[in-house]
């Protein structure tokens, strides 16, 4: 990945280059305005995911919206990434059109789910990559806009295939025994744990809040994997306390929280604090 232009906002990719944590937030919740005030929480944020998988924001017009609200903030905007639903089998080119519409939005990054072979990761890539790199068509006239005040449409043509960030998720039993081909796909920046579905797709329980330790082993496996590969490696966490477990273990791109999941654990801590109860540990959640 190629350290981006000044003008070009994208706090993620410069953490990742400067080989820094890279912590953030995923959106469940729908809404331009719910994406924003969450963006807008903390300087400490490199990036939000608009979940369009499992969360309750539609890919379409949904993440479009949400994408030019966190924009709206300006050049410290943390970086937005769109995790795709990605029905079908990748391969076939099913997810194309979703990685095509998120990016054609001024995505900084994209997130596919449930990838569980090399073809599909390379395929992947080559929908989120402008020729000769990939496939991607270009032409829509409002992605610059979401990249910074300035930002023309040849800027962001000659700087996007270096500067969109492309995850895909190890979260199946067929993904994790191809890892290493996997991350051997070029134009792939780094692969996202996600420990909720690793575990039972191994028939483990989930984490509660931290994985098995059968799953742990897995987690650590990929972590290695893919730092021999030259690849990011990120993970989803549930807590502040975990978070900076993970950071010291090498992980290079860290989710702490969830909009939904912060707001229930606060509005829970508070109202125990006002009748005078000890706040209650922290159960599953997601």
Not at 8 to 30: E, Q
Not at 46 to 66: F, N, Q
Not at 244 to 260: H, L, P, Q, W
Request: aromatic letters at 6%; one cysteine or more.
């Amino acid at each position: 990945m190629a350290t981006p232009v000044a003008h070009l906002a994208h706090p993620l990719l410069h953490a990742l280059r400067a080989s820094k944590p890279a912590f953030g937030a995923w959106i469940t919740l729908p809404g331009a305005l719910n994406a924003r005030a969450a963006a807008s929480a903390s300087p400490h944020l490199s990036w939000v995911v608009i979940d369009c998988e499992h969360g309750l924001t539609g890919l379409h017009p949904g993440a479009g919206d949400s994408v030019h609200a966190i924009a709206g903030l300006g050049p410290d905007a943390p970086s937005t990434i769109v995790r795709i639903p990605a029905t079908g089998a990748c391969a076939d080119g099913s997810a194309s059109w979703q990685i095509k519409y998120v990016l054609d939005q001024g995505a900084r990054g994209v997130l596919v789910p449930m990838v569980s072979s090399r073809a599909q990761a390379a395929s992947i890539v080559a929908a989120a990559r402008f020729p000769p790199q990939g496939a991607r068509g270009f032409g829509n006239p409002f992605t610059q806009l979401a990249w910074g005040a300035g930002v023309s449409a040849v800027d962001y043509l000659q700087r996007a295939n270096d500067s969109v960030v492309v995850l895909v998720q190890i979260e199946t039993r067929d993904g994790y025994r191809n890892l290493d081909e996997i991350l051997s796909v070029d134009g792939l920046d780094g692969v996202f744990i996600g420990p909720y579905d690793l575990s039972l797709s191994h028939g483990l329980p989930p984490p509660s809040p931290d994985p098995h330790p059968e799953a742990e082993k897995m987690i650590q496996h990929i972590l290695a994997a893919a730092h021999a590969k030259g690849k990011k490696c990120a993970i989803y966490c549930t807590s502040g306390a975990q978070s900076a477990r993970r950071a010291k273990e090498g992980f290079d791109m860290i989710n702490v929280t969830s909009d939904s999941g912060a707001m229930a654990d606060g509005l829970s801590r508070h109202l125990a604090e006002a009748v005078g109860e000890a706040s209650a540990e922290q159960k599953f959640s997601y």
